[in-house]
Every structure is written in C-alpha cells, then in structure tokens.
C-alpha cells in the first residue's frame, strides 16, 4: 500500500491523481472524496475506485474490515462507497 504523499502526488487534482494511478499500474484507489463520482467522469476507467465516507483514521481503522473487503471486491472501473463505524457515544 502507498499513500499518494510518498508519491509526491499530493498536489495533483483528482482526474490527474486517477489517471496517474492508472499508469502506475494500480488497480484500486481508496479516497475519502465523496463528491469525485460527480466531479469526474469515471466511464471507461481501469482503476476501481472506494470511497470512504469520512476521513477519520480512528473510524477507519474500527471498520477496517470493511475496507479490506470493498478492496479485495473491487472490479476494474467500479465504484463503492464505504460506510464505517460512526464514532462511538459515551
């Protein structure tokens, strides 16, 4: 797993940063961008895309499971929004 980050990928907008992972040879994109699907025009792409409904890493990491499993799942050109756990009430 790389992070965009450690590939100095982090200034890049999101149809270059998709574009950018597809010639790299990536097959999946995790992001927390919840508004790509109608920012981009996702037809005729290799990479799968998941999309994680918050950017909270405690929240991740308690549904990683879920992740996991919208990775292993994911088909060239798809798309899946991830729901994780809501912050625990105390």
Known sequence: MEI???????????????????????????????????QQNLRN???????LRTTSWPRVRRSLSVVVAAVASASTGSYTEVDVEPRARG
């Open 4 to 38: 965009a980050f450690e590939r100095g990928w982090s200034r890049l907008q999101n149809g270059e940063l998709i574009a950018s992972a597809e010639s790299a040879g990536f097959d999946v994109l995790v992001t927390t961008d919840t508004n790509l699907k109608y």
């Open 45 to 51: 792409r290799r990479i799968a895309l998941v999309v």
